[in-house]
């Protein structure tokens, strides 16, 4: 984060709030974080891959991307895009720089820009083309952006508590913010992040790239999150700290959080997702099960380098 951080912790938690009830951060919200936790203890039956299995039976996708077409001002960047992404999966799309995958889940958030011209994108079954940022977060869609949001100058529990702040400050402009599915409490989130407990105290600013993304990716756990959308999370990381935050995520998946993984590193993305989509200049090339797309050398080689 910038130099332009405030002060003091109160003026900073102000802030947060303030900006937190804004389009830029109510990217970051609500899932069943609780049950996620609860879940952590890990069962095979009730693995993510199963889930997502027994969801695709039924049908209903969490979230389907329906043929949308999405601008910044006269630049077309999405092209008839559709995907879904099935309850308990782990979903990864994938492309090359300036491919659209960003602006793929800002278009899912409900960020603007871009303008989402055609199509309709739809979650647990309602269409939410049209709603604003906070709607989309207070429905339990999350989206933690590439830039790691943390606040340099509170230490690791003032920014864990900042989720809680927006929901008070929301609450008093009388919005209906709903408590009774909170997200993970502290412990929880220590559950899944023991490193973060080990520097609980300390400021955000000084925590490495790897520390920093935990932090982040806890803060949307702070919420109760249904669709955790994750923009690039390994990102200047090192290798040992992407299997770190890679076993965090499958954690939380395992857990019951449905998760959307957008990475440049398809090799890691694959790891852990059951399907995948790749795309190029806003257009779907690929779809299918992250074997069957490590299997497909020529989709690796001509869209994702590898
Ligand atoms: P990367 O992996 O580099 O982040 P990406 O696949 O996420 O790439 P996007 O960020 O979605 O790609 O960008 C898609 C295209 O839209 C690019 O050509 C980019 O230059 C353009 N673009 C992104 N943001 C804006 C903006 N705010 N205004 C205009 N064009 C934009």
Same mark, same amino acid.
Not at 79 to 92: A, I, K, P, W
Not at 133 to 148: A, F
């Given at each position: 984060m910038s130099s332009d951080a405030p002060d003091s912790a109160a003026d900073e938690a102000e802030e947060v709030a303030a900006a937190e009830s804004t389009d830029e951060a109510t990217a970051v919200e609500p899932t069943d974080g609780v049950a996620a936790a609860e879940a952590a203890a890990g069962d095979d039956a009730d693995s993510h891959a199963a889930r997502a299995t027994a969801a695709a039976a039924e049908g209903d996708h969490l979230l389907s991307v329906e043929d949308v077409d999405a601008y910044y001002g006269q630049s077309h960047?999405? !092209?008839?895009?559709?995907?879904?992404?099935?309850?308990?999966?782990?979903? @990864?799309?994938?492309?090359?720089?300036?491919?659209?995958? @960003?602006?793929?889940?800002?278009?899912?958030?409900?960020?603007? %820009?871009?303008?989402?011209?055609?199509?309709?994108?739809?979650?647990?079954? *309602?269409?939410?083309?049209?709603?604003?940022?906070?709607?989309?977060?207070?429905?339990?869609? *999350?989206?933690? %952006?590439?830039?790691? !949001?943390?606040?340099?100058?509170?230490?690791?529990?003032?920014?864990?508590?900042?989720?809680?702040?927006?929901?008070?400050?929301?609450?008093?402009?009388? !919005?209906?913010?709903?408590?009774?599915?909170?997200?993970?409490?502290?412990?929880?989130?220590?559950?899944?992040?023991?490193?973060?407990?080990?520097? !609980?105290?300390?400021?955000?600013?000084?925590?490495?790239?790897?520390?920093?993304?935990?932090?982040?990716?806890?803060?949307?756990?702070?919420?109760?999150?249904?669709?955790?959308?994750?923009?690039?999370?390994?990102?200047g990381l090192a290798p040992q700290i992407i299997d770190t935050v890679e076993e965090a995520i499958e954690q939380i998946a395992d857990a019951g959080t449905t998760i959307l993984l957008v990475e440049q590193n398809a090799v890691a993305a694959m790891n852990i997702a059951d399907r995948a989509y790749v795309i190029d200049q806003g257009e779907v090339v690929f779809a299918g099960g992250s074997e069957e797309l490590r299997a497909d050398e020529k989709t690796r080689e001509q869209y994702l380098g590898v």
């Open positions: 960047i999405l !092209r008839d895009l559709s995907m879904h992404v099935e309850e308990g999966e782990v979903c @990864t799309l994938l492309g090359r720089n300036g491919a659209g995958k @960003t602006t793929t889940l800002r278009s899912i958030a409900g960020a603007r %820009p871009p303008e989402v011209r055609e199509g309709t994108i739809r979650f647990k079954g *309602s269409d939410i083309t049209d709603y604003s940022t906070e709607d989309i977060s207070s429905l339990g869609i *999350s989206l933690v %952006p590439e830039e790691r !949001r943390v606040f340099p100058n509170l230490s690791v529990e003032e920014n864990l508590h900042l989720s809680d702040v927006a929901r008070n400050w929301s609450n008093t402009f009388g !919005r209906d913010v709903s408590m009774e599915h909170p997200g993970m409490s502290d412990d929880e989130v220590y559950e899944v992040f023991p490193r973060l407990e080990e520097r !609980r105290s300390q400021k955000a600013g000084t925590l490495s790239g790897g520390e920093q993304q935990m932090l982040a990716i806890a803060r949307a756990l702070k919420q109760d999150t249904d669709l955790l959308m994750l923009d690039e999370p390994y990102e």
